[in-house]
């Protein structure tokens, strides 16, 4: 049974910082780049960070850029995403995301909320 579990968020006051983690379970980890996602009401799901499947690359949105750092542990089928001076307007709910490359197979977490606010 294929699981991705999300873990780490909660309420934080402006500047803060939070890490969020998604543990994976039922495929292979290793071969999957790895993305975290977020979505605020009444707004579009937004790309906030992709990793690759060695963990070499990254890749970022311009509104989390220097802020934000994602990464992952293949031995222990996890992904993180470190969010340092939080904005209110990064209140979403964060969602992990795993997709293979070259194969049209992919997978979601349910979401962790994240809410920063004075």
């Known amino acids: 049974q294929v699981q991705l579990v999300e873990s780490g968020g909660g309420l934080v006051h402006p500047g803060e910082s939070l890490r969020l983690s998604c543990a994976a379970s039922g495929f292979t980890f290793r071969l999957f780049h790895m993305r975290w996602y977020r979505q605020a009401p009444g707004k579009e799901r937004e790309l906030v960070a992709t990793?690759?499947?060695?963990?070499?690359?990254?890749n970022y949105a311009d509104s989390v850029k220097g802020r934000f750092t994602i990464s992952r542990d293949n031995a222990k089928n996890t992904v993180y995403l470190q969010m340092n001076s939080l904005k209110p307007e990064d209140t979403a709910v964060y969602l992990c995301y795993a997709i293979r490359p070259s194969y049209s197979v992919n997978y979601w977490g349910q979401g962790t909320q994240v809410t920063v606010s004075s």
């Open positions: 990793i690759t499947t060695d963990g070499i690359f990254t």
